[in-house]
């Protein structure tokens, strides 16, 4: 499968405790995207990656998010201190440059 | 109020018709519009991607972009049960740019 891949699929945490999630985009994409879903909402920008570069963070994306693309190839997002609010479908996606956004399937976080 | 409008449906249609789906926007310097299905618990699958106004037809989908009106469109023509899903606008500024959504429109198609 050369689409964009997510890990873990399902997380179930409890308050207060980091998570992390990994997205690998597909091969030769140079742009990584994070996006954040709730129920019957649309994906809402979080940041995403030139290569390693951030070029761009959400004010959405507080302190306690922290995402890397440390080689330009796969991306991690970190979540610390969890919150319930922080309940959410995690959506990764990849594109060329110029190009549109492929997503992955996503990472559905509960934070009980 | 959103950047991008959307009604959520439901749309329910029997088998065979015609699902005409919308979108308006108020920021004028969206040039790139995509529309995305969405399974339930899975990640969006990119239908179309258009650039500027005009119509681009593939397969039993068109997509229509009026720049003037700030309004997009989505056709499914002989639409099938398996077309019952989530159906997403988004839009970006630039090539390559973070897209905004709608809040997608559910649609169910009845055999």
């Known amino acids: 499968d050369t689409g964009v891949s997510q890990d873990p699929r399902h997380k179930i945490t409890k308050r207060g405790q980091n998570v992390t999630f990994r997205c690998d985009p597909i091969?030769?994409?140079?742009?990584l995207y994070w996006y954040r879903q709730t129920l019957g909402q649309g994906p809402e920008f979080l940041t995403y990656?030139?290569?390693?570069?951030?070029?761009?963070k959400s004010r959405l994306l507080s302190d306690r998010f922290s995402a890397e693309r440390p080689k330009g190839s796969f991306s991690t997002l970190e979540i610390q201190r969890t919150e319930q609010g922080d309940s959410a479908m995690y959506l990764c996606a990849s594109s060329m440059t110029q190009e549109t956004q492929y997503f992955g399937p996503g990472t559905r976080l509960l934070v009980l | 109020q959103k950047e991008v409008e959307q009604d959520p449906g439901p749309l329910s249609v029997p088998e065979g018709a015609i699902v005409s789906l919308n979108c308006t926007y108020s920021?004028?310097?969206?040039?790139?519009f995509m529309w995305y299905r969405q399974y339930s618990r899975k990640g969006p699958e990119l239908l179309m991607y258009t650039y500027s106004s005009g119509n681009k037809e593939d397969g039993r989908f068109t997509a229509q972009v009026d720049k003037s009106s700030k309004y997009i469109s989505l056709f499914i023509r002989d639409s099938q049960p398996s077309d019952s899903a989530t159906y997403l606008c988004a839009m970006s500024a630039f090539a390559g740019g973070k897209f905004q959504f709608g809040a997608g429109t559910q649609v169910v198609v009845t055999p």
């Open positions: 990656f030139q290569n390693e570069a951030q070029l761009e």
């Open positions: 920021n004028s310097a969206f040039q790139y």
């Open positions: 091969s030769e994409h140079n742009r």
